[in-house]
């Protein structure tokens, strides 16, 4: 490349960057045991790979989906450790997360589809 060339984050793959998120979280919501406990560990690679990604909307999009995702686990830990040990209790926790992360996910998911995309050119770092 040259020293005038940049690189370019196509719409198309920023668009599905944006949507990785979400899809992790409808999939982790719905198999919850044990893809929700990969998926804790996978959406934290995944934000740090995308809340900085040259398309700001990426990392818009990822950083709401994070904060429903770790907001209503998070309250799991806090909720959770007051429960009796009866499996009816998750199991209502497991339906109410299910009610706030899905909908919502697949809300933000017809969001960025509706949403016009544009490519993105990274210009090369200047050597002297």
């Known amino acids: 490349m040259s020293k005038s060339e940049s690189r370019v984050v196509t719409a198309k793959s920023a668009r599905s960057a944006a949507k990785l998120f979400?899809?992790?979280?409808?999939?982790?919501?719905?198999?919850?045991?044990p893809l929700i406990i990969f998926w804790f560990g996978a959406s934290m690679f995944l934000y740090a790979m995308n809340r900085h990604h040259p398309n700001?909307?990426?990392?818009?999009y990822t950083q709401q989906a994070a904060y429903?995702?770790?907001?209503?686990?998070?309250a799991?830990?806090?909720?959770?450790?007051?429960?009796?040990?009866?499996?009816?209790?998750?199991l209502v926790y497991w339906a109410l997360t299910a009610a706030v992360i899905i909908p919502w996910s697949v809300y933000d998911i017809i969001r960025i589809n509706r949403e016009n995309w544009q490519d993105v050119a990274i210009p090369e770092e200047q050597t002297p």
């Open 22 to 33: 979400n899809y992790g979280n409808i999939v982790a919501v719905l198999v919850p045991f």
């Open 56 to 60: 700001e909307r990426v990392g818009h």
């Open 68 to 74: 429903r995702f770790y907001g209503v686990i998070g």
């Open 76 to 90: 799991l830990i806090v909720v959770g450790t007051f429960f009796p040990p009866k499996l009816s209790y998750f």
